[in-house]
Nanobody, 117 residues
C-alpha cells in the first residue's frame, strides 16, 4: 500500500514563505510525475506545480516566479518552496504521484496553508 504524507503547512503572513514536503511510503514503480495541487473553499482542485521523471517542471501561472518544486528520487519525496505568499494562496495543498504504464494516481491527505495577517 502506498501512502503519501505531507508536512509543512501552517499559518503565515502575506509575503512570507513555507516549504511543503511529501514523502512516500510503500513501493511505487516507475514514477511518471510528482506534483502539488491545491483546493480553496468553494473552488475546484487545481494543479500548482509538477515535476516529471525527466526533470521538466510546470507551474500554474498564478505561482510562477514564487513557488519552486523539487524532488528527491532516492527518497521518493517532493517539495514545494513557496515564497512571497499571498492570501489567495490559502488552500489545502495535496501531494500527487502518477506512476506506471497505467498511470496510477496517488494522493496525500492534504495540508492546510493559510496566508493571513
Amino acid at each position: 500500500q502506498v501512502l503519501l504524507v505531507e508536512s509543512g503547512g501552517g499559518l503565515v503572513q502575506p509575503g512570507g514563505s513555507l516549504r511543503l514536503s511529501c514523502a512516500a511510503s510503500g513501493t511505487i514503480f516507475s514514477i511518471n510525475a510528482m506534483g502539488w495541487y491545491r483546493q480553496a473553499p468553494g473552488k475546484q482542485r487545481e494543479l500548482v506545480a509538477a515535476i516529471r521523471s525527466g526533470g521538466s517542471t510546470n507551474y500554474a501561472d498564478s505561482v510562477k516566479g514564487r513557488f519552486t518544486i523539487s524532488r528527491d528520487n532516492a527518497k521518493v519525496a517532493v517539495y514545494l518552496q513557496m515564497n512571497s505568499l499571498k492570501p489567495e494562496d490559502t488552500a489545502v495543498y495535496y501531494c500527487h504521484v502518477n506512476s506506471g504504464i497505467y498511470e496510477s494516481d496517488y494522493w496525500g491527505q492534504g495540508t492546510q496553508v493559510t496566508v493571513s495577517s
